[in-house]
């Protein structure tokens, strides 16, 4: 690891992930000896707590499941680096990546994220689902997303710490913090990586979580640039309405009252549009971030290829 060891804090949120830890925490030990790790057991009732004791890491529990990104939050205040490594407890994300990581924040990075490849372990409706987040947030941001959910990802402490306030304690943390880190003009890059099959059984339920997956699509949007999801939608209204006007008026001679439902509901989503706007500058207007990218003109720039 080219950094400095005690300047690097991996972060590791846990529930019920006994098995996984028992095979990750050694190899992290092995690799990357002397180096803080942090297990935050979000309210686990297996043998989480006692694994990461057995292996010398630091535990700092829940007394109840509050979620995994409120376990990330309860990491990143407790770690001492000036850069932490975020990751998985399950098994998905390997251990030696983390070096590619860092060397990446070395070239001016404030965030790298670790971008699941093809052929990496996941079903053919996340595949799907993820898929169309990176065009949403490509779209939104104007930089290409390689990844926009990913877990594991090496950022600067100060910064993240910065929008701890902004993230979810549920499982969309990492589409938060990705989307202010852009938002504040942040650098952020990518670094190609392969996420293994996880160990145990996953805590996402598909009919539990899909409402929650389908609010992601506006949070990406409030958080970064809501006008640009505003916009098309009034727009769309907009032309609803003069189409049907148009055919109404060929066929009855006269202006319907869905037509102006269709104008009236076009020029009000603009305007919240506006107003959600001006809503996320204020947002940002305390985090110092804008324009202060240690590396300017480079974020959400990819690997080559």
């Excluded at 098995?19 to 030990?29: E, I, S």
């Excluded at 549920?170 to 190609?192: C, H, I």
């Excluded at 805590?203 to 949007?221: E, N, P, Q, S, Y």
């Amino acid at each position: 690891m080219s950094s400095n060891k005690a300047s690097v804090s991996v972060v590791i949120p846990a529930k019920n992930e006994e098995a996984g830890l028992a095979r990750l925490l050694p190899a992290l030990k092995t690799l990357y000896c002397g180096i803080e790790i942090i297990v935050v057991d979000d309210g686990s009732t297996d043998r989480t707590a006692e694994v990461v004791e057995q292996h010398g890491a630091t535990c700092v529990r829940h007394p109840y499941s509050k979620g995994n990104g409120a376990a990330i939050k309860s990491g990143a205040r407790a770690a001492r680096g000036a850069i932490l490594v975020f990751m998985d407890a399950d098994g998905q994300h390997d251990p030696a990546d983390i070096p590619a990581l860092l060397a990446r924040l070395e070239e001016g990075y404030d965030m790298v994220v670790g971008a699941r490849q093809n052929g990496s372990q996941a079903s053919l409706g996340r595949g799907v689902a993820n898929g169309f987040y990176n065009r949403l947030a490509s779209y939104m941001t104007g930089h290409k997303v390689a990844d926009l959910t990913s877990g594991f990802r090496a950022v600067r402490a100060n910064k993240f710490r910065e929008f701890l306030y902004l993230l979810p304690n549920g499982f969309s943390y990492p589409t938060t913090s990705t989307m202010a880190f852009f938002r504040a003009g942040y650098s952020v890059a990518y670094e190609p990586i392969h996420a293994a099959r996880r160990i145990g059984k996953s805590h996402i339920r598909l009919l539990r979580d899909g409402a929650r997956f389908l609010l992601i699509i506006f949070k990406i949007g409030t958080l970064y640039s809501p006008l640009k999801l505003f916009a098309p939608v009034a727009l769309l209204m907009f032309l609803l309405a003069s189409g049907w006007y148009g055919y109404t008026f060929v066929n009855v001679g006269r202006f319907t009252n869905m037509s102006a439902l269709l104008y009236t509901g076009s020029v009000m989503v603009f305007l919240m549009g506006l107003i959600s706007e001006q809503i996320t500058a204020l947002m940002y207007r305390e985090s110092g971030g804008v324009g202060d990218s240690e590396c300017p003109g480079r974020a959400g720039e990819d690997m080559p290829g």
